[in-house]
């Protein structure tokens, strides 16, 4: 494939931004890597938006052009991807296939999501919508009960306790203390995720991602152009995966195994050529603890129903096995929904740079992971220091 | 005497039970005392999804499981409540659409305090016996309302019965004969959420006249006396008037406690006398008749005389029993039950 | 306040009687796979398939649950509930509550049958949604 490098990154601080609105967070994370990458308007061309929700939650469409807008990039092209949590990862790969194609030599991909201008229960139901409002929104499932319906089916099946999914959260947060950007700094014990409130059983408060505003930038760009701006330290796209599923949980071959993680992540290993041991370094999608530790058995980190013991045994701790979440990942690090797979690209770019200080782990290859939904569809990249 | 009467039949009554007691004991009163005075040890309670419809699609699958008939050769069906979801969009469409019945449909939604649900079961013998359907269901169901204090907040329950009406039935409906005038003993006003009642007015004037000219005027018609009966199920508003019925009738324990399910399950208004009659089908045997009197407040009674077929036994184990529904329960706190009531201002 | 469309629209609820009250879903009589809720094609054969409605039979085996404690916007009434994943007799799965049965009595396994119920009616003036829930079978 033709060899494409993210080569810029900014984004804002992940948390409740009462300040700062959806323009005023999605502004200061496109300039921020515009700096980060030392490049101008005229470099860029064309602007890839991905967000969830921005309708439901701030009553506002046609997103793309509004970021265009207050960047100050009215008049480039612009396209606003949605695939629920994974729009970030969707729009860019979006922008990766409009640069294979010639279409581009440099283009901004921005993830951007205010979730806290309205009432936490109506954010929920809002997010509701990334599942389906025939069949589940209407009996009054929401996400927390999506995946606990997964948890409670892979105790089941593997055995797996909530002990084990404790483990990820208490991982999470540990990494965040030393992630400046991220919602929560501060360390959790497997205790304190078990006397959290029970939000649906068996899911604990502390095993579930918060409500979050955020945006996140990254510049992508070709080979050609890298070499004709001179650019300095590009992170190389080697493979990129996209699958779907059916919406409604209901209607999946297996609860306990995301086949649109697995198949993304297969067309992405075979793109870059790598295998799951070659992977140091991940950022999952871990909306839930339990679809951070499916994530690890799909991604092929562990065997199927192994992934509880794969936690509890340390290996997914910084600098272990594989270093899972370095970011502090969605449950620490925050999840504002459309913006998350874009920083997920960021954490990996930066660890691969080598510019991630107290949380640094070497590593050559970097893998990313972002769900839409409870598993309908899934986008896996992996980057790498050299093309 | 014509071949026609109950093919199916089925009640439901929700699991939720509230104590006498606990409801006495918020307003400061001797349990006891009310126990006594009433004959009501405990009452029905809907559960928060549950309504007059879905009472009633339940007491209907049950009628369809015991009839053998195929829904599609329901031709009317009536529903008699006073505590039909909406004010205006009949309960039987949703009823109707849920039981699978089909859209060659006769159907109003009826009214008349706790005997909207006989009145529904003669206006389908009417024409059954006209020869316009062939089968008709009619249902009595309630998810009656008592204002929180008063006498009949002890009482005030939920529950319904369905009876399918045709040709070759398991219990033949040999006649029916009502007595009705203009007795305003109990009403509710549009948009009020609770009825008003005048209290002793409700006794003598009111369920007893009535009561006793229907049966009366029943017996006359169809030339029998009431010692011919095995059964007698008269509407229970509450423990005591229908035993002082019975007593004014000479009808002797063993015929009229069957049908008496007042004491467990309160008054199910609509549901009342039907579910009591159920209760009795649920036992009787060929040959046996039964007498059934309803009592609607406003006023008007309908008396039923009921023989029972060899067919009874053939069907009546094709869907859950009356006592099932009675034994099956959970009790719930004064605090719950003002919850599931929507009784709180939110 | 964001007013969801599938609570307010009428059609749209109008349109799903069939499944919701009726379990009426189809099968393909070309790969035998049946649906529920019911396919506009079906996914094995694509235009090749050859759906028939069905009727399903409102029994089945619990296959996942949890008991839902922060309520869904709407749902707050009858918070907490239980939702399951209920596998029907005839193969598909279908999310809903399971109602009637204490907590501690609901395993995965458990048999259970359907049962017409209100499944959303909270306001006053709006139309009342009614559906099929599940309870555990003694």
Redesign the interface.
């Known amino acids: 494939m033709k060899k494409v490098a993210v080569i810029g990154v900014g984004e804002t601080k992940f948390g409740e931004h009462w300040y700062k609105s959806f323009r005023d967070l999605a502004v200061e994370a496109g300039i921020k890597s515009m700096e980060d990458a030392n490049l101008e308007r005229k470099d860029i061309g064309a602007l890839f938006v991905g967000n969830m929700s921005a309708g439901?939650f701030i009553g506002q469409e046609h997103v793309a052009s509004l970021v265009a807008d207050h960047l100050g990039f009215s008049g480039i092209p612009c396209i606003r991807t949605e695939s629920a949590c994974a729009s970030g990862s969707l729009a860019f790969r979006q922008a990766l296939l409009s640069l294979q194609s010639g279409a581009y030599d440099a283009v901004m991909v921005e993830g951007v999501e205010k979730m806290t201008d309205?009432i936490g229960?109506?954010a929920?139901?809002?997010l509701?919508g990334a599942g389906d409002?025939?069949?589940?929104?209407?009996?009054?499932?929401?996400f927390?009960?999506l995946y606990?319906?997964?948890?409670?089916?892979h105790m089941?099946e593997y055995g797996t306790t909530p002990e084990q999914l404790a483990m990820f959260s208490v991982n999470n947060h540990k990494n965040a203390v030393k992630n400046p950007d991220a919602q929560f700094r501060f360390e959790i014990s497997v205790e304190d995720v078990l006397n959290s409130?029970?939000?649906?059983?068996?899911?604990h408060l502390l095993d579930c991602s918060p409500i979050t505003d955020g945006a996140a930038s990254v510049l992508l760009a070709t080979e050609d152009f890298i070499k004709k701006k001179k650019i300095k330290n590009p992170i190389w796209v080697l493979g990129s995966g996209q699958s779907s599923d059916t919406v409604?949980?209901?209607?999946r071959k297996s609860?306990t195994s995301m086949f649109v993680t697995i198949d993304a992540a297969k067309k992405a290993y075979k793109q870059s050529g790598l295998k799951p041991k070659d992977i140091k370094i991940a950022e999952v999608h871990d909306c839930f603890s339990i679809n951070g530790l499916v994530a690890i058995e799909d991604l092929g980190f562990c065997k199927k129903g192994e992934g509880g013991k794969f936690i509890e045994d340390g290996n997914i701790s910084l600098g272990s096995t594989v270093s899972i979440n370095t970011s502090g990942g969605l449950k620490a690090k925050g999840h504002p929904v459309g913006a998350t797979g874009i920083s997920q690209i960021i954490e990996i770019v930066k660890q691969l740079r080598g510019e991630c200080e107290k949380r640094q782990v070497d590593a050559k290859y970097g893998l990313t992971h972002n769900i839409g939904g409870s598993g309908a569809s899934c986008l896996v990249h992996i980057f790498g220091k050299e093309k | 005497m014509n071949m026609l009467g109950i093919v199916g039949y089925g009640a439901y009554i929700p699991k939720y039970r509230i104590k006498t007691a606990e409801i006495a004991k918020i307003w400061g009163k001797n349990p006891k005392e009310i126990e006594k005075g009433l004959l009501i040890k405990e009452k029905s309670v809907p559960g928060i999804d549950e309504d007059t419809i879905t009472i009633a699609v339940e007491a209907g699958q049950n009628a369809l499981a015991r009839s053998g008939i195929n829904p599609k050769d329901i031709g009317a069906l009536f529903i008699g409540s006073e505590s039909h979801p909406y004010a205006v969009k009949p309960s039987g469409t949703v009823v109707a659409e849920a039981l699978n019945i089909n859209r060659e449909l006769r159907l109003a939604d009826m009214e008349f305090a706790c005997k909207a649900g006989t009145a529904a079961m003669q206006i389908i013998l009417s024409m059954v016996k006209a020869g316009d359907i062939k089968y008709g269901m009619a249902i009595g169901a309630d998810t009656s309302q008592g204002r929180p204090g008063d006498a009949l907040e002890y009482s005030a329950a939920a529950g319904g019965a369905a009876f399918i009406i045709g040709k070759d039935p398991a219990a033949i409906i040999e006649d029916t004969y009502s007595f009705t005038t203009d007795t305003p003993d109990f009403w509710r006003r549009e948009g009020e959420n609770y009825p008003k009642h005048g209290a002793r007015f409700t006794g003598e004037p009111s369920y007893f006249r009535h009561i006793i000219q229907a049966t009366k005027g029943l017996l006359n018609k169809v030339g029998r006396n009431i010692e011919e009966y095995d059964y007698v199920v008269f509407h229970q508003p509450n423990g005591k008037f229908p035993v002082k019925a019975m007593k004014y009738f000479k009808v002797p324990k063993e015929k009229y406690l069957p049908g008496l399910v007042v004491d467990r399950i309160g008054n199910c208004y609509s549901g009342s006398s039907p579910i009591g009659l159920t209760a009795v089908l649920d036992i009787a045997n060929e040959g046996d008749k039964i007498l059934l009197t309803s009592y609607g407040s406003g006023a008007g009674s309908d008396s039923f005389s009921i023989i029972v077929t060899k067919r009874l036994k053939e069907i009546r184990d094709k869907a859950k029993k009356t006592e099932y529904y009675i034994e099956r329960k959970q009790y719930i706190s004064y605090g719950v039950y003002t919850k599931f009531r929507k009784k709180l201002k939110i | 306040?964001?007013k969801?469309?599938?609570r307010s629209s009428i059609p749209?609820h109008w349109r799903?009687y069939e499944p919701k009250y009726k379990l009426i879903g189809n099968k393909c009589l070309k790969c035998g796979e049946s649906f529920f809720?019911p396919r506009n094609i079906c996914p094995n054969c694509g235009r090749k398939g050859a759906l028939k409605k069905i009727v399903f039979s409102g029994r089945g085996t619990i296959?996942?649950?949890?008991?839902?404690?922060?309520?869904?916007?709407?749902?707050e009434q009858?918070a907490p509930?239980v939702?399951g994943?209920i596998k029907l007799k005839e193969g598909?799965?279908?999310?809903?509550?399971i109602v009637d049965t204490e907590i501690r009595d609901i395993t995965?396994g458990k048999e259970v049958k359907s049962v017409f119920r209100k499944?959303?009616d909270d306001s006053p003036s709006g139309l009342i949604?009614y559906?099929l829930k599940w309870v555990v079978i003694e």
């Open positions: 439901k309205i229960s109506q929920s139901l809002a509701m409002q025939e069949w589940e929104a209407s009996v009054g499932l929401t927390p009960g606990a319906l997964i948890a409670r089916r089941h409130p029970l939000i649906a059983d068996p899911l409604a949980l209901q209607d609860l | 306040m964001i969801m469309v599938h749209l799903l809720p296959y996942s649950y949890t008991v839902i404690r922060t309520p869904l916007d709407g749902f009858q509930y939702i994943v598909p799965k279908i999310v809903g509550q995965i499944i959303y949604h559906g």
